[in-house]
């Protein structure tokens, strides 16, 4: 086996670049709730390490789960998928 495990990849928007080398992602997902059965999105802020500083506010990006980088950054960026257009 491998030293790192599958962590996962997510998919969200950037919403922060204000940190030198860290990207704040905003994750959503849809859970049902068990009592009304109604479908429910979760948000959630993820942050990311950007190694360039290459990403903007409003890009989508892949991020991917790595080793702690530091106290709250436990996933780095995989790539950019769609820019936004200023």
Same mark, same amino acid.
């Given at each position: 086996?491998?030293? %790192?495990? /599958? +962590?996962?990849?997510? #998919?969200? &928007? @950037?919403? +922060?670049?204000?940190?030198?080398?860290? #990207?704040? @992602? $905003?994750?959503? !997902?849809? +859970?049902? /709730? !068990? $009592?009304?059965?109604?479908? @429910? &999105?979760?948000?959630?802020? &993820?942050?990311?390490?950007?190694?360039? /500083? #290459?990403?903007?506010?409003?890009?989508?990006?892949? #991020?991917?789960?790595? !080793?702690?980088?530091?106290?709250?950054?436990?996933? !780095? $960026?995989?790539?950019? $998928?769609?820019?936004? &257009? %200023?």
């Amino acid at each position: 086996m491998s030293a %790192q495990k /599958n +962590s996962g990849k997510k #998919i969200g &928007i @950037v919403v +922060s670049t204000k940190n030198d080398k860290t #990207i704040t @992602v $905003l994750t959503k !997902r849809k +859970s049902m /709730n !068990r $009592l009304y059965k109604k479908h @429910v &999105i979760k948000c959630s802020k &993820i942050m990311a390490h950007d190694e360039n /500083n #290459i990403c903007n506010v409003g890009d989508e990006v892949a #991020i991917v789960g790595c !080793r702690p980088i530091s106290k709250n950054k436990k996933w !780095r $960026l995989d790539k950019v $998928l769609n820019k936004k &257009i %200023q």
